[in-house]
């Protein structure tokens, strides 16, 4: 296995190493009877999930490494203290409290499948969600970090990348590990999909259904141990419909100037508060109510150039950002990748001089692009009809453990 050091300092930088989950079996225990405990709202195809998944894994897999978090649990599970560790926590929920001596009993190959694909007629249930890896952990800095959910139906994602945090090679060697959640409220939450990292000491931070000011609070507690002045962004979020369930839902960066938006809440929807917060030496010294994030960024010497989700068109704002029209991932500065069916948002982006390319166009070779020019910014478009039905885009299906500082 590639060893890679532990370092995230920007949404943006060239992607050095990703985390990653194939849709599997799981997926198709869903029924519906389950959908809504699952957090889905339609049931999915598996071979056609796969298919899709497989332009992404083959897109990442020539920018980056990848580590798949099916093999990071097994390895970690070989180790003995991680097992314990993992038990320990288990043992804690009533609800798994008569499957535990099973679990107990199995080899470290059939304990991380069934952790994973769930066990028939016990309370052990699969992980829907697990291809949104962005969910359940962040890295920001040199740090790794599992996050604190605000549905028990993926708890179980988050006691799995807190194993492997804690206890795989990959992380152990970078000593980046922390869980600023051992002391929390109860109903502290703090998801993946609302935390975005401008630079190493400024951080933005949705907080609506799925993250709290609590979770903010916590974070902020653990980001003074190591760092005397950062920034926080904090921005108010609907709690309906369910497609403004993560900041990165609405907005995401692209490259050093450009940003990806959906206006009519992150430029228009004035009741939804923005807020900059400064911590120096230990306390917030100061609280100032923003108009927007673009204005909060710009105040911190960030200025970045909007490009709007749909386009200018308000109903194919609405349509697109359903569809996950602003939720992309870069893998270098201007160079991203996101879903090719949200067609205005795609015209948005090449009016603003993105050249658009097609992944499978990409893949097979028919095209040799410079990866490294920043003066040659290009979308790559994935195919979706089915993975967009999960309810996220390219960077909820990415948790990105390493990108080169810029």
Known sequence: MAQID??????????????????????ECMTPSTIQEALYSDLLSRE?????????????????????IDDLLLQTLEKEE???????????????????????????????????????????????NLYFTRDIGVCFNQKSMPSHMATKVREREVLITEVIYKFHPL????????????NSKVGTKLEGGDFLVVDENIFLIGQGVRSNKEGVDAFIE??????????????????????????????TLLSRMHCMLYAPLILEGSRYQ?????????????????????????RLGKAYKPILCGGRNRLYQDRE?????????????????GYGRNLYTIEALNKEGFEVVSVNEFLLNEKKIDMNDENHPIVFTVESSELVRGGGGCRCMTMPISRTKI
Request: hydrophobic residues 40%.
């Open 6 to 27: 532990i370092a995230l300092n920007s949404e943006v930088g060239k992607l050095n190493g990703v985390i990653l989950h194939k849709p599997g079996k799981e997926i």
């Open 82 to 128: 991680a097992r314990i560790f993992l038990f320990e926590k288990l043992s804690t929920s009533d609800r798994l409290s008569e499957v535990l001596p099973l679990l107990k009993k199995l080899e470290p190959k059939e304990l991380s499948r069934c952790l994973i694909e769930g066990i028939p007629q016990t309370p052990l249930m699969p992980l829907y």
């Open 222 to 251: 653990e980001k003074k141990k190591t760092s005397d002045l950062f920034y926080i962004i904090t921005q108010e979020l609907p709690v309906e419909p369910e497609s403004f369930i993560h900041l990165d839902m609405v907005f």
């Open 48 to 68: 056609i999930a796969q298919k899709e998944y497989r332009q992404i894994e083959g897109f990442l897999s020539r920018q980056s490494s990848i580590f798949y």
């Open 321 to 337: 950002q359903w569809h996950s029209g602003a939720n992309f991932f870069a893998v270098a500065p201007g160079k991203i990748l």
């Open 171 to 182: 992380f152990m060697a970078s000593s980046s590990y922390i869980n600023p959640w051992k």
């Open 274 to 298: 923005t807020l900059l917060l400064t911590v120096k030496n230990g306390k917030i010294t100061e609280e100032i109510i923003m108009s927007d994030i673009l204005s909060a960024l710009s």
